[in-house]
C-alpha cells in the first residue's frame, strides 16, 4: 500500500453466495478493513469495497437445489454476508451485488470496449469446465483426464459456441509489468508463482457461456441473447464498477486500487486475467495484489462434510470480535496457511493481549492512582527517558514498511516491542522505590512514559482492534483520530496530561475453550450412548434427505455401458434434470417413459461417465431383479415425499 495519492482504495473478493460465511471470508474481510481502517487514520481519503458474486452456474445450481429461484437465493445469502459484516463493524463503503443494475451495465461497456478494440472475437469452445471453481481447463491440466486440478473435482465436458478475450496478446505485457513493479503481487514467493505460469504460455480465454442463463446479457450492440458473461469476467470488473464505471463514473478517481486482498486460490485471475482485461480497456493497473493463505482447523482442511468450518460468529462472541481479529492478523505470516485451534487463540489472548497489553494498561491506572489521583503529566519525560522515547520512535519509523509490504504479524510484533519496553521500564526504573525515595518526579516521569508509549501503541493499534484500542484510549484520557495520529506518530509528540479513568480489565484470562460446538464435538471420540445409536437417524436427519415424486420425460441408453440409462426427469421444476441410473438391465428406455419414479432431490451433482447426474432413484434391489420404487396414483411431478 502506498500513500502517495493521498487516497487509498482497498477491495475484498467479491464472495459467492453458494455458501454461508466462514472464517476464509472473515479473513480477508478483517485483512482489508485494518488496510481500510489504518488508511484513514493517515490521513487518506479511503474507500473500502466488499460485496458478493452472484451469477454463474454454480450459483443457479446452488439456488435449483433448494428449489429457489437464483435472485430469490442470492438476496438471501448477500444479506447473510453484508450482515455478519455489519455485526463484525467492518468498515466498508460500498458493498457491491453483481446482480446490481450499475454493475451490469458496467460489465457491458467493458465486454463493447473490448470487441470494439478487436480484443474480443467468436469461436467454438471445447475443454473441460469446473464448476465449483468456475474455470476452464484443458486435457493437459485435468488430473486423471477427468478432475480438476484446483479443488479435485470432476470436470464436465463443454462443448459450445463462445466469445474469446485475447489473453495471449497479453502475455509479455503482464511479464513486463511484474518486472516493472516490484510490489504489484504479494507476497513475492506467490508472485513468482505467477511469472512461471505466464511464461508456459497463455490461451486465450472464453468469456461467454450458452449452456445457462444466470449472468449478464452480451450488450445490445452485440446483439447474440444466448450468450452470458463469463462468471469471472463478470466478477472481477466489480472493482471498477463500484466506482461507476459504465455508470455515473463518480468515483472513478479512486482507481486504481491500491490493495485487492485475495486468497491464494483466487490469485491467478487476479494477478492475471485482471490486469489484462484492464490493458485491453486501457485502464492503469491495480498498485498492489495480496495474496493470503488459507486457513486449517487443527490441522486438517475445513469443510462441510467433515463439520470442521470455523463459524466466525461463534468465535468472535465466544472470545470477543477484536481478540479473534488480532489472533487472525498475528499467528499467520500473511500469504502463509495457518491453523485455527482454540488453543492457540487463548494463548494469544492469556499472553500477548492480558499479560502484555491489559497489565500494562492496569498498571498504570493503578500507579497514576495511587502517585497522582490519576493525573499525570509528560513534563518531566524527555529529561529522564528520552532513550526510550528514541529507542520507540525507532521502531515506529519502521512500522509504515509492513502495512505498505502487507506483513500484518510483523506489524504487530514490532508493535509489541514497545509494549515490552514500556513493561521493562516499570521493572527497571521502579517507580515505587522512587516514591518511597521520595523522587516524586523521577515516579511519575515513569508513569508518564508508560503511559505515552501505550498511547502510541493504541493509536497504532487501533485499526487491528478498533474496539478495544477506543476504550483504552478512553482510560488514557484521549480519543483515536487522524489528528492525535499526527501529533503522536508523525510529529513524535507526547500527550501533555493524561486524566486516567479506571477500566475493568480488558482482557481476563480465560482458563478453558469456550467453545463445544457440535463440530467439535464430532471430532472428539464417540461415546458410549452414540455408539448405542449407532444407525439410528433422528426425524430432523431423515427430513435432510428430500425425496420427491419425478416424472420420467425422456430415456436414453449410454452407449457402450451395460448398466447406464440416461434420463430426463420433470421435478416440477423450471427445467427437467438429467439423472444417469443403473436400471439398464432390469428396464428398456420405452417402459420408463411416462411413468412416475421416486427421487433424491438434494443429492449433490456428479458425474456419472462423463455425464452431469442431478439425482437418484429410488429401487429395491436383491440378487436377482431390481424394481423401482413408484406411487400407487399419478401425483403432480415435484410432490414431496415423506
Ligand atoms: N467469487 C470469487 C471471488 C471473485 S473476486 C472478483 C470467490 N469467492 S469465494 O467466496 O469462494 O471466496 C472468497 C475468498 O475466501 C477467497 O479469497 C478465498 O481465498 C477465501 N477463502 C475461502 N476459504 C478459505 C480458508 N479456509 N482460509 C482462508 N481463506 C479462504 O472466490
Not at 39 to 57: A, C
Not at 432 to 437: D, L
Request: proline share 4%; charged share 30%.
Amino acid at each position: 500500500m502506498s500513500n502517495d495519492c493521498k487516497k487509498a482504495y482497498i477491495t475484498t473478493p467479491i464472495y459467492y453466495v453458494n455458501d454461508v460465511p466462514h472464517i476464509g471470508h472473515a479473513y480477508t474481510t478483517i485483512i482489508a478493513d485494518t488496510l481500510a481502517r489504518y488508511s484513514r487514520l493517515i490521513g487518506l481519503k479511503t474507500l473500502f469495497l466488499t460485496g458478493t458474486d452472484e451469477h454463474g452456474q454454480k450459483i443457479q445450481e446452488a439456488a435449483k437445489q433448494r428449489g429457489k429461484k437464483p435472485q430469490e437465493y442470492a438476496d438471501e445469502i448477500s444479506g447473510k454476508f453484508r450482515s455478519l459484516w455489519d455485526e463484525f463493524d467492518i468498515s466498508y463503503d460500498v458493498f457491491i451485488r453483481t446482480t446490481d443494475e450499475k454493475h451490469k451495465l458496467g460489465v457491458q461497456k467493458a465486454f463493447e470496449t473490448m470487441y470494439k478494440k478487436g480484443d474480443i472475437y467468436k469461436d467454438d469452445y471445447e475443454g473441460f469446465y469446473c464448476v465449483s471453481c468456475e474455470t476452464f481447463f484443458t486435457k493437459t491440466q485435468l488430473v486423471d483426464n477427468e478432475f480438476c486440478p484446483d479443488c479435485g473435482k470432476p470436470t464436465s465436458i463443454v462443448k459450445e459456441e463462445s466469445y474469446f478475450f485475447k489473453l495471449s496478446k497479453y502475455e509479455q505485457k503482464l511479464l513486463e509489468w511484474y518486472d516493472d513493479k516490484d510490489k504489484c503481487v504479494l507476497p513475492k514467493a506467490k508472485k513468482n508463482e505467477v511469472i512461471n505460469f505466464v511464461k508456459q504460455g497463455l490461451n486465450d480465454l472464453s468469456i461467454t457461456r450458452t449452456s445457462f442463463d444466470w449472468g449478464v446479457k452480451l450488450p445490445k450492440s452485440i446483439n447474440d441473447p444466448k450468450h452470458v458473461m463469463y462468471v469471472w469476467l463478470d466478477a472481477l470488473l466489480n472493482y471498477i464498477t463500484a466506482l461507476g464505471y459504465g455508470s455515473d463514473e463518480k468515483d472513478m478517481d479512486f482507481w486504481p486500487s491500491t490493495v485487492h486482498l485475495v486468497g491464494k486460490d483466487i490469485l491467478r485471475f487476479h494477478a492475471i486475467y485482471w490486469p489484462a482485461f484492464l490493458m485491453s480497456l486501457d485502464l492503469a493497473l491495480p498498485k498492489h495484489i495480496g495474496a493470503h493463505g488459507w486457513w486449517t482447523r487443527n490441522g486438517e482442511k475445513m469443510s462441510k462434510s467433515k463439520g470442521n468450518v470455523v463459524n466466525p460468529k461463534e468465535v468472535a462472541n465466544a472470545y470477543g470480535l477484536d481478540n479473534f481479529r488480532y489472533f487472525l492478523l498475528r499467528e499467520v505470516p500473511f500469504g502463509q496457511d495457518g491453523d485455527f485451534s482454540q488453543k492457540a487463540l487463548i494463548d494469544r489472548i492469556n499472553s500477548d493481549l492480558s499479560n502484555d497489553l491489559g497489565n500494562l494498561l492496569n498498571r498504570i491506572i493503578g500507579m497514576s492512582g495511587k502517585y497522582a489521583d490519576y493525573t499525570i503529566d509528560s513534563k518531566d519525560v524527555l529529561k529522564f527517558h528520552e532513550k526510550e522515547i528514541k529507542i520507540a520512535e525507532k521502531t515506529i519509523e519502521t512500522l509504515s514498511g509492513y502495512i505498505y509490504d502487507l506483513q500484518l504479524n510483523r506489524y504487530l510484533e514490532e508493535l509489541w516491542k514497545i509494549l515490552t519496553l514500556a513493561n521493562q521500564s516499570i521493572a527497571i526504573y521502579e517507580p515505587w522505590m522512587k516514591m518511597k525515595e521520595e523522587k516524586t518526579d523521577e515516579a511519575l516521569a515513569i508513569v508518564a512514559l508508560v503511559a505515552n508509549l501505550l498511547a502510541k501503541v493504541t493509536l497504532l493499534l487501533s485499526p487491528v482492534m478498533p474496539n478495544t484500542c477506543a476504550k483504552i484510549a478512553d482510560s488514557l484520557g484521549f480519543i483515536i483520530n487522524p489528528q492525535n495520529y499526527d501529533k503522536l506518530i508523525i510529529q513524535k509528540g507526547l500527550l501533555n496530561t493524561f486524566m486516567i479513568k479506571k477500566t475493568p480489565p480488558l482482557f481476563p484470562k480465560i482458563e478453558k475453550e469456550l467453545l463445544t460446538t457440535p463440530s467439535e464435538n464430532s471430532l472428539k471420540p464417540e461415546s458410549k450412548d452414540k455408539k448405542k445409536d449407532e444407525g439410528v437417524v433422528t426425524i430432523e436427519q431423515f427430513f435432510q434427505t428430500k425425496l420427491k415424486l419425478a416424472t420420467i420425460l425422456e430415456a436414453e441408453e449410454i452407449p457402450k455401458s451395460d448398466r447406464l440409462l440416461k434420463l430426463k426427469v420433470d421435478l416440477g421444476e423450471e427445467k427437467p434434470r438429467q439423472i444417469i441410473a443403473g436400471i439398464k438391465e432390469y428396464y428398456t428406455p420405452k417402459d420408463l417413459v411416462n411413468t412416475q419414479v421416486c427421487v433424491v432431490s438434494n443429492l449433490k451433482p456428479a458425474k456419472i461417465m462423463g455425464y452431469l447426474s442431478e439425482g437418484m432413484l429410488l429401487a429395491a434391489k436383491d440378487k436377482e431383479s431390481l424394481t423401482l420404487i413408484r406411487p400407487e396414483f399419478h401425483k403432480k411431478s415435484g410432490t414431496p415425499i415423506g
